[in-house]
């Protein structure tokens, strides 16, 4: 068992449902058991009118959870050449169900994001009503070393940033620290890591049958204000700024160039994101691109779809296999990208992203907004 579930009983004879990811040696990545488990959890308290709020926290102090479980999916990949693995679609599916599942969750629904909180763990944080990030908070979409793309609804919030940091975080994978993610609406509350059970205990002492609310924000805040000391300076929104006017730009190609030559810049954030970006995925990149232009304009249900779609069709093509196998796998880090260079990635190949990869019915058709 990768999932750990207990219910308290508070004052008022209220319970609230704890949900932790207990994987600790893999950074609690979602596989495709935890990704169910969880789900049949979260449908079995929204339907128990005991159950009154739901807290989904990681096990261990290094993350919250550092993305989904892909080294069992490059692997189906490579037996399937070409082909989407029937493994992809079920465990794209499922995590793609929980999280916009998590985002129309109809109680109060607190994650906390310590530590990493990279990839599927970003999916997750996102999707809560309370979403909390502490001083050891790195939260990042590094999808672009691995020749995926930013997913589990990235396409939604990273179109919605201000400017252009949306775009630079998608290219770059760049880490961000607990101010930024209040700063780019991806957090909530900022606490401290060791204010987790003083959460829980506040929380079983409300009263849950009245101004329930106020009483919630009354407790997130007295707990926010003393945690404010620690909160770390902000990185990425004073860099604003500059970055949109280095992205100023029409296409991806110019993007690319825009940011690769920041590699020696003497502002380290800097360097260390056009490093990322250089060794990274050029197809990724465009999809990267793509994906942000076409979501400004789509619900959430729409989102998650076009991602199904992208994700299915990344399991047809070489490079995340292959950069699942140099950076996870082998740890040689020296991935050999199908396409090696921005301006080789053929637009055919980017478009057919887009294009549904399964016969009938979309599999995520009844999601809706409404």
């Known amino acids: 068992m990768n999932l750990h579930v207990e219910e308290l009983t508070g004052t008022d004879g209220a319970r609230i449902a704890i949900a932790t990811l207990d994987a600790e040696k893999s950074l609690n990545a979602l596989s495709l058991p935890m990704i169910q488990q969880l789900s049949e959890h979260l449908d079995t308290w929204a339907k128990d009118p005991q159950v009154v709020c739901v807290l989904l926290r990681g096990n261990g102090a290094k993350a919250f959870c550092a993305g989904g479980e892909v080294r069992s999916l490059a692997q189906a990949c490579l037996a399937h050449p070409g082909e989407v693995p029937p493994l992809a679609g079920h465990f794209f599916a499922a995590e793609y169900r929980l999280d916009y599942r998590l985002h129309t969750y109809p109680k109060p629904l607190?994650?906390?994001?310590?530590?990493?909180?990279?990839?599927?763990?970003?999916?997750?944080?996102?999707?809560?009503?309370?979403?909390?990030?502490t001083p050891s908070s790195r939260l990042a979409?590094?999808?672009i070393s691995i020749g995926l793309y930013p997913d589990v609804g990235a396409s939604w919030f990273l179109s919605r940033m201000p400017g252009k940091l949306g775009l630079?975080?998608?290219?770059?994978g760049a880490h961000m620290n607990g101010r930024d993610a209040l700063d780019l609406n991806l957090a909530d509350r900022f606490l401290l890591d060791e204010q987790q059970?003083?959460?829980?205990?506040?929380?079983?002492?409300?009263?849950w049958q009245e101004q329930t609310p106020r009483q919630l924000n009354s407790l997130l805040k007295a707990l926010q204000?003393?945690?404010?000391e620690q909160m770390p300076d902000a990185q990425w929104l004073p860099r604003r700024q500059q970055i949109d006017s280095w992205l100023d730009v029409s296409d991806v190609g110019c993007a690319w160039r825009a940011i690769s030559q920041l590699h020696n810049h003497s502002d380290a954030l800097y360097s260390r994101a056009a490093k990322t970006l250089v060794e990274g995925c050029p197809l990724t990149a465009h999809l990267v691109w793509e994906q942000i232009r076409r979501a400004r304009y789509l619900s959430?249900?729409?989102?998650?779809?076009?991602?199904?779609?992208?994700?299915?069709?990344?399991?047809?093509h070489p490079e995340?296999?292959?950069?699942?196998?140099?950076?996870?796998?082998?740890?040689?880090?020296?991935?050999?990208w199908h396409w090696a260079d921005i301006t080789s990635v053929p637009e055919a190949v980017v478009e057919a992203h887009f294009h549904k990869a399964w016969e009938g019915r979309h599999p995520l058709a009844d999601l809706t907004d409404y």
């Open 168 to 172: 630079f975080l998608g290219l770059t």
């Open 197 to 207: 059970e003083a959460l829980i205990e506040g929380l079983l002492q409300l009263n």
């Open 141 to 143: 979409m590094p999808e």
């Open 320 to 336: 995340f296999a292959e950069g699942v196998r140099a950076r996870l796998i082998d740890k040689d880090h020296q991935p050999h």
């Open 300 to 316: 959430l249900a729409e989102v998650f779809q076009m991602e199904y779609t992208l994700s299915l069709n990344c399991c047809r």
């Open 110 to 133: 607190i994650c906390w994001g310590h530590g990493f909180v990279l990839g599927g763990g970003m999916g997750l944080l996102q999707g809560a009503g309370i979403r909390i990030v």
């Open 225 to 228: 204000q003393e945690a404010l």
